[in-house]
């Protein structure tokens, strides 16, 4: 069964640094990635996802991140973060074929931006 | 595309009785998920259908819960006889074909408290 974590539970960087939150994940076949952001009380927005081809992802508010199959790892990047950053962080690994549609989470990385 | 809609927002029930949600996807899509959060854990799946089939299952879904899509649109979960324990958030997404080719729309949620 596949599985992900988030190592890091709470991240604080200053508005206008840089951000990295870590996300490991194991899965036997080839994975399918994603990173969902959750404000609070709020449902999740996907962010961006990773399915093959070019291991540096794209996603939207200026996010990207990289999949590195040597380490297992699917890392979240920002150059430089706003305070409307501040919120949950998921990374989640998708099931594939058999039947299974269903994407399997980390606990979350909680992000605070200080001023 | 009005996003993917729950109803109610909260919840409070005593324990032992019975509760019942709502999830109105975007239209085109013809998967729609259930997920159960707790606090400081991330989403967890719960059951998905493909139009008005129910696929799949979790265990974590257990003879108390009870989810249907009669005609391949909205869906509803049921809980009965609700115990402390159930008090989560369950949130439903929906999505065009499999999630993991595409990822899931989320809605905002159903925060449950069992008093």
């Known amino acids: 069964a596949q599985s992900v974590t988030q190592p890091d539970i709470h991240i604080t960087v200053s508005e206008g640094a840089s951000l990295e939150l870590r996300c490991n994940y194991s899965y036997g076949a080839t994975p399918y990635l994603f990173w969902y952001v959750q404000s609070p009380g709020q449902g999740l927005q996907l962010l961006l996802k990773y399915f093959s081809g070019d291991t540096l992802v794209q996603g939207i508010k200026g996010f990207e991140a990289e999949f590195k199959r040597s380490q297992s790892s699917f890392n979240l990047r920002k150059p430089s973060v706003h305070w409307s950053d501040a919120a949950e962080y998921f990374c989640?690994?998708?099931?594939w074929g058999g039947g299974a549609d269903g994407l399997t989470f980390g606990k979350g990385t909680h992000l605070i931006i200080q001023p | 595309d009005t996003g993917v809609s729950q109803d109610p927002r909260h919840k409070i029930t005593k324990r032992g009785q019975n509760v019942t949600f709502r999830c109105d996807p975007i239209s085109e899509h013809n998967r729609l998920y259930w997920y159960r959060q707790t606090l400081g854990q991330g989403p967890e799946f719960l059951t998905y259908f493909q139009n008005e089939a129910q696929l799949e299952k979790s265990r974590l879904l257990s003879d108390r819960f009870s989810a249907e899509r009669p005609k391949g649109s909205f869906s509803t979960l049921e809980i009965q006889r609700t115990e402390q324990g159930d008090s989560a958030m369950y949130l439903c997404?929906?999505?065009?074909?499999?999630?993991?080719?595409?990822?899931?729309?989320f809605g905002s949620g159903t925060r449950l408290t069992v008093v």
């Open positions: 989640a690994v998708g099931a």
């Open positions: 997404a929906s999505s065009r074909g499999g999630a993991t080719n595409y990822g899931y729309t």
